[in-house]
């Protein structure tokens, strides 16, 4: 079983409307989440982090549940610029090694 | 801001030969580096870890002979690919963590990647 799962979609989201998706992570003592987004062959850049009691930042929603052991993004208001791939990124510490999942694809269509 | 330069962005070299992949940390000092392949829609593998002066670490099934890393200084980084072979075509890519006394936080600050395709 992979450490980090995401849907690899692609979601397809018409401009304006409203996307989420999950990504869920197998180790219990994972303790820092991070959504990143990657264009095609280019770096991956951090979008945000992921609070416990969950955290916003403009159109982008993140959320945490440890029970389930899932994060959660949610895109409002969707642009064609956040077409892209975005990946869940999880690790143990502050310190550890990062864990990437393969990514969820999105595509806005005009 | 924190920047890390990678080059090449992209690469073609023949079967058997060697390559080279530089990331310098710009404007900070990298104590630590961490090296990443990425093959076409599936996540970022950590390969190493490599800590300024010291030996990498490699993760489980990375052959070190082959992959050579070299973390000389605070600023400098290098990956060869020792022999490339055309399994090994993959976007290669660093990040870097800076130093908890320069004031960032613990963000990885990652370089542009390097596309290596081997004939």
């Known amino acids: 079983r992979k450490e980090v799962e995401q849907d690899p979609g692609p979601f397809n989201v018409p401009e304006g409307a409203t996307v989420a998706f999950n990504c869920t992570y197998s180790?219990?003592?994972?303790?820092?989440f991070f959504w990143y987004r990657q264009d095609c062959r280019k770096e991956p850049k951090l979008l945000m982090s992921v609070y416990s009691s969950g955290n916003e930042d403009g159109r982008f929603t993140a959320q945490l549940n440890r029970a389930s052991q899932y994060i959660s993004l949610l895109i409002r208001d969707s642009k064609l610029s956040d077409s892209a791939t975005y990946l869940c990124?999880?690790?143990?510490?502050?310190?550890?090694?990062?864990?990437f999942g393969a990514g969820t694809q999105v595509v806005v269509t005009p | 801001g924190a920047v890390v330069s990678q080059h090449p962005s992209r690469v073609i070299c023949k079967s058997g030969t060697s390559v080279k992949i530089e990331c310098r940390s710009l404007d900070f000092q990298a104590t630590t580096m961490f090296w990443y392949r990425q093959f076409p829609k599936q996540s970022l593998m950590l390969m190493a870890t490599?800590?300024?002066?010291?030996?990498?670490?490699?993760e489980q099934g990375v052959e070190k002979d082959k992959f050579l890393i070299n973390h000389a200084s605070l600023t400098l980084s290098t990956l060869t690919v020792t022999s490339a072979h055309p399994e090994d075509s993959s976007f290669y890519i660093c990040?870097?963590?800076?130093?908890?006394?320069?004031?960032?936080?613990?963000?990885?600050?990652f370089g542009s990647g390097t596309q290596l395709s081997v004939l």
């Open positions: 490599s800590n300024e002066g010291s030996k990498a670490t490699y």
């Open positions: 180790n219990s003592a994972s303790q820092s």
């Open positions: 990124v999880v690790t143990t510490d502050s310190w550890g090694k990062l864990q």
């Open positions: 990040s870097a963590r800076a130093r908890q006394d320069r004031g960032l936080n613990e963000k990885l600050f």
